[in-house]
T-cell receptor, first 114, second 114 residues
Framework: EDQVTQSPEALRLQEGESSSLNCSYT??????LFWYRQDPGKGPEFLFT???AGEEKEKERLKATLTKKESFLHITAPKPEDSATYLC???????????????FGTGTQLKVEL | DTEVTQTPKHLVMGMTNKKSLKCEQH?????MYWYKQKAKKPPELMFV???????INESVPSRFSPECPNSSLLNLHLHALQPEDSALYLC?????????????FGPGTRLLVL
């Protein structure tokens, strides 16, 4: 069974204090790993898709990396507006009838303080 | 444009009511999804439609009835719900023909069942 584990569950940073979020996965045949940001009471906002080990993607203060067993979301010099829950999800197989099934981790709740 | 819209934003209903949630996308995506998300939990897949046909039903109770009238619209009909069905209901869509199939989420409908 596909499993996705995120750590830490919660993280509190001072503004400008860089850190990393971890997403460990156990799947057979990874087809894609996705990072989303979710604000309270809102839908997940897509950030990155990573396809293969060694790949990296960047967007503003965020950088996502992927190895064969885990992914990291690095946050450089965070600001209070980066406060949100960050969700990791994996796609491990095609669905017979179409579409794809994402297996989500439980998320990391990030709080950035002034 | 990667916008998925959902209506209503909030819904309060009694256990004997019948209501519907609506979702719309104009990205030309041919796969659409319904998720349920409880507080501090990741989204859970309920249904997948691919080319307007129900592809996956994740053993969801029959009091939830999905409908896909056309490739841009997705409805979720609700009937005789229970208080434990209170949650954030998320719609998502993905480009069926893209191998990696990034899913884009709507803002969600916050449902309260009394």
């Amino acid at each position: 069974e596909d499993q996705v584990t995120q750590s830490p569950e919660a993280l509190r940073l001072q503004e400008g204090e860089s850190s990393s979020l971890n997403c460990s996965y156990t799947v057979s045949g990874l087809r894609g790993l996705f990072w989303y940001r979710q604000d309270p009471g809102k839908g997940p906002e897509f950030l990155f898709t990573l396809y293969s080990a060694g790949e990296e993607k960047e967007k503003e203060r965020l950088k996502a990396t992927l190895t064969k067993k885990e992914s990291f979301l690095h946050i450089t010099a965070p600001k209070p507006e980066d406060s949100a829950t960050y969700l990791c999800a994996v796609q491990a197989r095609e669905l017979t009838g179409g579409g794809n099934k994402l297996t989500f981790g439980t998320g990391t709740q990030l709080k950035v303080e002034l | 444009d990667t916008e998925v819209t959902q209506t209503p934003k909030h819904l309060v209903m009694g256990m004997t009511n019948k209501k519907s949630l609506k979702c719309e996308q104009h990205m030309g995506h041919r796969a659409m999804y319904w998720y349920k998300q409880k507080a501090k939990k990741p989204p859970e897949l309920m249904f997948v439609y691919s080319y307007e046909k129900l592809s996956i039903n994740e053993s969801v109770p029959s009091r939830f009835s999905p409908e896909c009238p056309n490739s841009s619209l997705l409805n979720l009909h609700l009937h005789a719900l229970q208080p434990e069905d209170s949650a954030l209901y998320l719609c998502a869509s993905s480009q069926e023909r893209d191998f990696w199939k990034t899913q884009y989420f709507g803002p969600g409908t916050r449902l309260l069942v009394l």
